[in-house]
């Protein structure tokens, strides 16, 4: 198990900047993490993901250039710093820890998953 707990979700205006955290314990070596995000009556779709070793990262095109994604193993702490935000990406944020050092895109590649924070975005 890999219980994943995520914090710093909250109301901010649009162009303002926002930074969630997950924090994993239990087996934590050798796994690639990712954040994911659901908005109201839409499917959950992939924002970023991070290797185990933090060399390789993959963004969304629609937060390329706005968000990044970051680690930092000796706290079991994966950081998604958002910038540039819009209300489009409102929604409630996941992350999420696959069995494997290798960043993925897919969902379905993620075994654990965090509870979730809402980032709320005003215009």
């Known amino acids: 198990q890999v219980p994943l707990v995520e914090s710093g979700g909250g109301l901010v205006q649009a162009g303002g900047s926002l930074r969630l955290s997950c924090t994993a314990s239990?087996?934590?070596?050798?796994?690639?993490m990712g954040w994911f995000r659901q908005a109201p009556g839409k499917e959950r779709e992939f924002v970023a993901t991070?290797?185990?070793?933090?060399?390789?990262?993959y963004f969304a095109d629609s937060v390329k250039g706005r968000f990044t994604i970051s680690r930092d193993n000796t706290k079991n702490t994966v950081y998604l710093q958002m910038n540039g935000l819009k209300p489009d990406d409102t929604a409630v944020y996941y992350c999420?820890?696959?069995?494997?050092?290798?960043?993925?895109?897919?969902?379905?590649?993620?075994?654990?998953w965090g509870q979730g924070t809402q980032v709320t975005v005003s215009s």
């Open positions: 999420a820890a696959r069995l494997g050092p290798i960043a993925k895109i897919s969902s379905d590649e993620y075994r654990y």
């Open positions: 239990g087996r934590t070596f050798n796994t690639a």
């Open positions: 991070i290797s185990w070793n933090g060399a390789i990262t």
